[in-house]
Structure formats: structure tokens, C-alpha cells
């Protein structure tokens, strides 16, 4: 008897082992649940902070609460599509490195960037013309920019067409895409071309490269940077005023102080969604660059400690893929998205809290928007997917010899020979 209860408990014991994914989330479900979450509390901020005062005291939806709610249904749309598809064929290595969608993807957000630049074509607000018309919204050509150097250093620094390791022969063309990017987005856009600087640094730094080639082009890049803001007088004022607010109130600083109003008067509990007063005229900017304001304001230290632990969800994900033994292109796309997802939250939410001088970066997922908040989502939507389809780096390696040892498609012109006789033996 003891026999057959010993024989019989390994059968019993597999059946009572339960499925992991039955009482514990999934990096996919994890990464839905954020995304989720911040774009409905995006959502309920921007239909607040575009209030205004009325005779109603019922809530009522205002024109930009309207067409926020119809991004984000695009976006999560996006989202999903993008999740649904395998993220490994952007890459897969090819025969000719130019012959490559990443490559083709670099070269239409560069012209896109260039002809905004172009008058009446790029449409021009508060002196900066940052964005293309583009039927019932407008497109910003510096949001490719951002995830096009993250998909270019994904693939290029995994895939390393050429040896990286020299620094005239393989690590300065490893930049001229980079550095390309971020002088044609610094000429209105300062803010996003540093994102795109540092979020470029860190994945450098995680594709090994060399760090005495870092520090070679960090002090120039520094150099340049410090040229660009002393090159526009509105620029140096802001990062004086950052050093005290309230030597020009009604001027730099006003923006500053503001902001910090919100979060004084907002406390631990808020004032409760569509209560608060910093956004009835007094706060600038309080869909966009200062949302995360008005979030403090009316959710108050709560709301505040909601949305940074939904984005530290959204790294957890991407930290967990990186940690994981798959396919290099999928860890540091991975890692790029979670590093630009990260950085932009960070310093959005430190020009808020007057940590940083200000910035014309927005709050991901969270500040009104409508083709940011799209392109935004579908490279969310490829972190989706590598959660989703998991490939080993051996997996890429024999597409790529299959690749190599395929034939060239033959054209009608390979079935003649110079004779003129056709030497397909399928045509007779």
C-alpha cells in the first residue's frame, strides 16, 4: 500500500502545481495594465485642466477632453497592433547594412525633420515651428526622432555591420545618424534633442562600447550644447531664472512659481479632480509640459506617488526583459524604450518641481497630444511584443545565413543569355 501511495504522489503533486501565470501578472499584463492606466489618467487630466469657469456645476466634456479621448483610443489601438507582431524582423541582419527598414526609417524621420524647417509648410507656434500638418491633427517630426535613434542604436549595436571597436572606421559613422538627428531637432526643439542625446549615452553605454571613445566626444558634445543655449537669449534667461524664480516673477520665473503653487496647495489628498485653481489662467502650459502639476493639485501627493509608480511599472517590464537570455535586439530595444519612456517621465517631472530648468518635454502617455501620444504607444507596442515572442540570438543568427545563402531573386532579363536562347527549362 505504502507502495502505491509513494508511486502515486509525483502524479498528485504535478497536478496540484498550478500555472504560474494563473496567480502571478506577466511582463505583458504588467506593461497593459500601465499603459492603460496612465493614458485614462491622462485622460481625466487634460478634460480637467481644459475646464473653465461656467454656470454649470455638472461635469461637462470641453472640446480637448473630447479629442484626447479619441487619441488615446487610437493609441491603445496602436498599442495592441504593434504588440500582435513579431518585433524580430527589424532585426534581422541583412546582406547590404542600407538595405535595411531601420535604415529607411532613419532617412524619412531626417526628411521630415528637414521640411519642417521649410516656411509654410512647418507650422510655427509660440516661435518654434515644430510641427507638419497632417489632416485633423498635426504631426511633431522630433517624436520619430526620439524612438528612430532608439530603433537605429537597438539594431545597429547588436547587429554591428561594421567593428565598432575602431573609433575613426566604426564608432564615429556609429554617430553621425545620432548627431544628424539631434542638430536638425535642436534648432527649435532643445529639450527633445538633449532626450535624444542621453537616452543615445546610455544605450552606448549598455552596447559596450569603448568608454575612453565616450569620453573623447562627451566634452565637445557638452561644448555644443552650452552653444546652443547661450545661441538663444530666451534659452540662457531660463536657465538663470532656474537659479532664483523670484528675481522676475511675472516673466522667467512665472512659470516656476506656479507650478510649485500647485503642488503647495494641492497637500497629500489633492483637491479632487476638476477643483483645482492653478489652471483657471494662472498656469501655463497646464495640458502639456506642466499636466503633472494640476495632476498634484487636484490628486495631490497620492496622484503623484499613482503616476510614478505606473511608470516604474512600465521600467520594471523592460528591466526584466533585458535581465532575460533571448535575442540581443530584442534587451536593448527593450532597454531603449524603457530608457526614453524613463528619462522624459524624469525630467518632465523635475522641470515641475522647479529641479531642472524648464523644458518643452512632455509627460508620457499623460499630456495632451495626438500624434506623440500614437508613436509613443507603438513603441510601447514593441516592448509589448518582445514580451510576447521570445527568440534566441541563435534564432536571428540562422535567418541571417539563410539570408546569405538564398539566391537572388532571378529578373526577366537572368533567363536570356547574351545569345538571345531562353535557359529557363520551365519555359521550353
Known sequence: ?????????????????????????RQADVLTLCVLALLCLGVVMVQSAAMNVTGHVAWQWTPMGTKQFGFCFVALTTFFLVG??????????RRLWWNHPVVYFV??????????????????RNGARRWLPLGITQLQPSELAKWSAVLFLAWWLTTRPINTDRFFTGFLPTLIPICGMCLLVVIQDFGTAALIAICSLTMLLAGRIKLWHLLVIIPPALGAGLWFIMHKEYRWKRMIAFTDPWANPQREGYHMIQSLLSFSTGGVTGRGIGNGIQKLGYLPEDT???????????????????TVALYLGVLYVAWQVVKQKRDDFGRMLAFGVGSMIGL??????AVATVSVPTKGLSLPLISAGGSGLVITCAALGLLLSI??????????????VREVEEPEALTPFDLIRPE??????SLG
Open 387 to 400: 514580451t510576447k515572442f521570445k527568440h534566441s540570438q541563435d534564432e536571428l543568427a540562422e535567418a541571417y
Open 84 to 93: 500582435r507582431s513579431d518585433y524580430a524582423w527589424l532585426g534581422q541582419p
Open 1 to 25: 500500500m505504502n507502495k502505491l501511495i509513494s508511486s502515486a504522489s509525483p502524479l498528485q503533486s504535478d497536478k496540484c502545481i498550478m500555472d504560474p501565470s494563473i496567480y502571478r501578472l
Open 107 to 124: 532617412l524619412l524621420t531626417a526628411f521630415l525633420n528637414v521640411i519642417v524647417l521649410v516656411p509654410h509648410i512647418g507650422i510655427e
Open 344 to 349: 522624459q517621465a524624469t525630467i518632465n517631472i
Open 420 to 425: 538571345g536562347r531562353i535557359t529557363d527549362p
Open 288 to 306: 502639456t509640459d506642466f499636466i503633472f502639476a494640476v495632476v498634484c493639485e487636484e490628486l495631490g501627493l497620492f496622484g503623484a506617488l499613482l
